[in-house]
């Protein structure tokens, strides 16, 4: 390799070897012949390139990618062995046949996120064939995360840990909120943060720092999650705004953070003089709620039953209004995280599903109090054999800044 030259491999061999298996694995039992895999994270998960191409897995061949642009960053970027150019939509059907000997009769699609006209598209391509949904079982598949993977997280835990840090020193009143968050921005950018965090769910933005402070973080907004924020216009109306911070009023920074592709969610709250005795009681009831969740959590467990656990005990403390946000609540506490940040597991109401181990949470008990602000915390965990461990480490207290 030349010097300064970087090796562009981002996902080893072994890797990408064995989420094919478990696809295909996957495919054999729904009896799908052949997996048709475009959407861009997925893609990446299964192949090692985020470049623009079709992967063609059919169930007894190996993988396959067809990539319109760039082939050239394709085959620095990925391990797999057949990599070809696309120029035209033919290229697909000529490929996706020749790796068959027995027929294809049914294909796998992401519905979840395939646009109609990319449908219409391969069912003009493959007319005798069947079209089944695949991604509840790719959803499934990287929702479990290998020893590779938790050790990118990990890296993603410790750049973000320091940026909370970082806050403590730079946050001082008179500064607007977007002012702070542009400084916290550009410290994790620095650290290798790819300033974009990817969702999976149709029509949902979200940006990787949502920082609000007083009465705006009481703002009702269309984030999914319990917060919502001003925001800087009505076309982005979450997170943080013009709105100056004061002294006495709570601040959340709640930042997800990255590293080589893969994600932390993390959240604290700040406040420059005193925090009134109000947030510190909620406060102190949000990190029982996340403690409760920990020493109940391993795999095996109900997701259900964990948001269960938290909203009986926010019902028992007086503080079900507000729980989980104001005035609607979304109907989680916690939600998995990866390379997407609305992964599964969801924990949440009439989920059935049981957390498995390699699993990665993030977990956020937040309580909304209306005209004042937010208390509650957020941390990223691993789910264990017989526990939940903790990725993001910094100090779970409120944040005290003198200046």
Request: hydrophobic share 40%; charged share 20%.
């Amino acid at each position: 390799m030349e010097v300064g030259a970087v090796d562009m491999i981002s996902t080893p061999l072994s890797e990408i070897e064995s989420r094919i298996a478990a696809l295909k694995q996957a495919m054999s039992s729904q009896k799908i012949d052949l997996a048709i895999i475009v959407q861009k994270t997925d893609l990446f998960y299964f192949s090692g390139t985020g470049q623009d191409a079709h992967l063609l897995v059919h169930v007894d061949s190996g993988p396959c990618l067809l990539v319109r642009k760039s082939i050239e960053r394709a085959l620095e970027d990925s391990p797999i062995a057949d990599i070809r150019g696309a120029k035209s939509l033919t290229d697909i059907k000529d490929t996706a046949e020749s790796l068959s000997t027995s027929g294809i009769l049914t294909i796998g699609l992401e519905l979840d996120v395939l646009p109609v006209n990319n449908f219409r598209m391969y069912e003009r391509l493959f007319p005798q064939a069947t079209f089944v949904d695949i991604s509840p079982a790719i959803r499934k598949i990287r929702s479990v995360k290998s020893d590779y993977e938790l050790d990118l997280i990990r890296g993603a835990a410790r750049i973000n840990d320091s940026m909370f840090a970082y806050a403590k020193e730079i946050v001082r009143p008179g500064m607007a909120e977007i002012e702070l968050a542009g400084l916290l921005e550009a410290f994790l950018r620095m650290r290798e943060h790819q300033g974009l965090v990817r969702v999976r769910s149709f029509n949902n933005e979200v940006f990787y720092g949502h920082i609000m402070s007083g009465s705006n973080l009481a703002v009702p907004s269309c984030s999914v999650g319990p917060t919502g924020g001003q925001g800087p216009n009505a076309s982005m109306p979450q997170g943080a705004g013009s709105r100056v911070i004061g002294r006495n009023e709570p601040i959340q920074i709640d930042f997800v953070a990255t590293y080589k592709a893969y994600i932390v969610d993390q959240a604290r709250t700040y406040f420059v003089g005193e925090a009134p005795e109000e947030f510190l009681k909620i406060h102190k009831l949000a990190l029982d709620i996340q403690q409760a969740i920990v020493e109940n959590g391993k795999a095996g467990v109900s997701c259900e039953n964990l948001y269960d656990m938290a909203v009986e005990m926010a019902t028992q403390a007086g503080h079900i209004v507000g729980f989980m946000g104001y005035p609607q609540a979304v109907p989680f506490v916690g939600h998995g995280i990866g390379l997407e940040l609305d992964e599964l597991p969801i924990l949440g109401r009439k989920v059935d599903s049981l957390l498995e181990e390699g699993m990665v949470i993030a977990l956020e008990p937040k309580f909304i109090l209306p005209g004042k602000g937010l208390a509650g915390i957020e941390n990223s965990f691993v789910v264990g054999k017989d526990n939940l461990e903790k990725l993001t480490r910094f100090d779970d207290q409120i944040q005290i800044v003198n200046a």
